[in-house]
């Protein structure tokens, strides 16, 4: 395989050129709680302003060259929260869902949740399921939301997933590569992410989308996730787009020149 053709594939799995197509970008909902500290209110009504910029956010990517968004909800580490914290943190997914699923079904979007069903209260399981369902057939916008979600826990269950197959005589090791592994991640039915944005400074991927985010460009923006919308997902994408992806290759100009 020529180094040329080896990036060719890299790209293709990574979704081609972006510039041609929508981008999918991810988000790390961050901040909410210091937004709340710094107003004097309780941690649960930063949450709830989250939900707001999550509106916004979602409102606005379409216009932004957006065809995939996908945000950190709530993860598998999240569950070590205090209790009355976890409880509102699984009450405001029930409340966007109640309040926006119908608006985003009109306006075609495909809501899909990503994560560990296993675990998740009856009610809480119901309401995701009918989330999926309202939406299965929309395809002009794509909003997953990473709920009891851990890419560490989403490689194991994909392995897991796997081995089960080989037990059931459905597969053989010998089939496993890169691209049948991803076909038994929650995220299979995505393209990987371009660009992974996390909100309120802080500068780490936090166990999100580690299979997927080899290749994307990571834009760490000072601001608090409630305080979120078109401007900072439009400064992101901007900075998203002043960069040269080259998918471990090396840029034509550097080809001429050592040429």
């Not at 991810?26 to 107003?39: F, L, P, T």
């Not at 950190?72 to 070590?80: A, L, M, Q, R």
């Not at 960069?243 to 840029?251: E, L």
Request: charged content about 25%; hydrophobic content about 45%.
């Amino acid at each position: 395989m020529s180094a040329t053709t080896g990036l060719q594939d890299v790209s293709a799995r990574a979704g081609g050129d972006a510039s041609n197509r929508s981008l999918h970008v991810a988000i790390i909902m961050d901040g909410n709680g210091r937004w709340a500290k710094r107003r004097g209110m309780p941690r649960a009504l930063g949450h709830r302003a989250g939900v707001n910029a999550l509106k916004r956010t979602v409102e606005a990517a379409p216009d932004l060259g957006v065809g995939v968004l996908t945000v950190f909800g709530f993860s598998t580490e999240n569950w070590s929260r205090p209790a009355h914290e976890v409880s509102e943190l699984m009450g405001l997914l029930k409340a966007y869902v109640e309040s926006d699923l119908e608006r985003l079904a009109r306006e075609g979007v495909r809501v899909r949740i990503i994560g560990r069903r296993t675990g998740l209260a009856a009610d809480i399981q119901e309401i995701i399921e009918r989330a999926e369902r309202r939406t299965a057939s929309n395809n002009k916008f794509t909003l997953q939301v990473a709920f009891n979600y851990g890419g560490r826990a989403d490689i194991a269950d994909a392995a897991r997933a796997f081995a089960e197959a080989v037990e059931r005589g459905e597969a053989k090791a010998a089939d496993l590569d890169e691209a049948a592994f991803e076909g038994f991640l929650s995220t299979s039915t995505a393209p990987a992410p371009d660009l992974i944005v996390r909100t309120s400074g802080e500068q780490r991927i936090s166990n999100f989308l580690l299979w997927e985010c080899a290749y994307a460009e990571l834009v760490f923006q000072d601001v608090l996730w409630p305080d979120y919308g078109s401007e900072a997902l439009s400064a992101a994408i901007a900075e998203y787009r002043r960069r040269d992806r080259r998918y471990g290759g090396i840029a034509a100009d550097d080809v001429a020149v050592a040429g």
